[in-house]
């Protein structure tokens, strides 16, 4: 039902999620980040818990693999779900259930994990891959050029109607970004919209953010 980007920015150690789906609300749901200790994406028939209880396994000092493995083991329903996250160390780990309906699965790179299922094909993560490793800037610009990328290759093959953001820590002075669109018929393009609104509000910390006309 979603394409979504997890990961981490060793220079200053923030960590992020966005996500797409074809259902409302995926920001309450699906991106799960705590600052200083990592990022999780669940997706697929989503199991809230294995984002929450999944951080608290992480600040505890388990690996993404050992905390989500560890989960998964517990849920009756492991085989519909879809998973991926990062720690402080960088170690990245994403799961895709037998189940979880074509086209679906995930593709890691160093400091993040993409992944998506019902998707229009495996286009989609490849390019929101790609377009994670070539782009520059803040991690919060990166994130939404990977998943500007997988809408443009198809996205969820059933359509569009939300997507979010959420970055920590984001800014100095701002301990993280939760952005979230729904019900929107464009939800990738008006999220990118609404997170060049406020990186104008706070042009201050332009540099930080791209800049005005920098890095997409």
Same mark, same amino acid.
């Given at each position: 039902m979603t394409f979504s980007i997890v990961a981490r920015?060793?220079?200053?150690?923030?960590?992020?999620?966005?996500?797409?789906?074809?259902?409302p609300a995926t920001g309450a749901m699906v991106p799960h980040v705590q600052a200083g200790v990592g990022a999780i994406a669940t997706q697929s028939y989503t199991?809230?818990?294995?984002?929450?209880?999944?951080?608290?396994?992480?600040?505890?000092g388990?690996?993404?693999?050992?905390?989500?493995?560890?989960?998964?083991?517990?849920?009756?329903q492991a085989a519909l779900r879809q998973a991926a996250g990062i720690d402080a160390h960088g170690r990245v780990f994403a799961y895709t259930g037998e189940e979880c309906v074509e086209w679906c699965g995930h593709r890691t790179g160093g400091g993040y994990s993409v992944q998506g299922?019902?998707? *229009?094909? $495996? +286009?989609?993560?490849d390019a929101m891959a790609e377009a994670f490793e070539s782009a520059k800037g803040h991690l919060s610009s990166r994130?939404?050029?990977?998943l500007a990328a997988g809408q443009a290759a198809g996205g969820d093959k059933r359509g569009r109607e939300s997507a979010a953001l959420l970055v920590a820590p984001f800014?100095?002075?701002?301990?993280?970004i939760d952005i979230r669109v729904d019900l929107h018929d464009d939800p990738v393009a008006e999220l990118r919209r609404i997170?060049? *609104?406020? $990186? +104008?509000?706070?042009?201050?910390?332009?540099?930080e953010l791209g800049g005005q006309g920098g890095q997409r």
């Amino acid at each position: 039902m979603t394409f979504s980007i997890v990961a981490r920015d060793p220079e200053s150690g923030a960590f992020g999620v966005a996500v797409s789906t074809a259902v409302p609300a995926t920001g309450a749901m699906v991106p799960h980040v705590q600052a200083g200790v990592g990022a999780i994406a669940t997706q697929s028939y989503t199991n809230v818990r294995l984002g929450t209880e999944g951080l608290v396994l992480l600040e505890r000092g388990m690996s993404p693999e050992e905390a989500l493995t560890s989960l998964l083991a517990k849920d009756a329903q492991a085989a519909l779900r879809q998973a991926a996250g990062i720690d402080a160390h960088g170690r990245v780990f994403a799961y895709t259930g037998e189940e979880c309906v074509e086209w679906c699965g995930h593709r890691t790179g160093g400091g993040y994990s993409v992944q998506g299922n019902m998707l *229009v094909g $495996r +286009e989609t993560v490849d390019a929101m891959a790609e377009a994670f490793e070539s782009a520059k800037g803040h991690l919060s610009s990166r994130l939404l050029k990977a998943l500007a990328a997988g809408q443009a290759a198809g996205g969820d093959k059933r359509g569009r109607e939300s997507a979010a953001l959420l970055v920590a820590p984001f800014l100095p002075d701002y301990p993280k970004i939760d952005i979230r669109v729904d019900l929107h018929d464009d939800p990738v393009a008006e999220l990118r919209r609404i997170f060049d *609104v406020m $990186r +104008e509000r706070y042009r201050q910390q332009a540099g930080e953010l791209g800049g005005q006309g920098g890095q997409r």
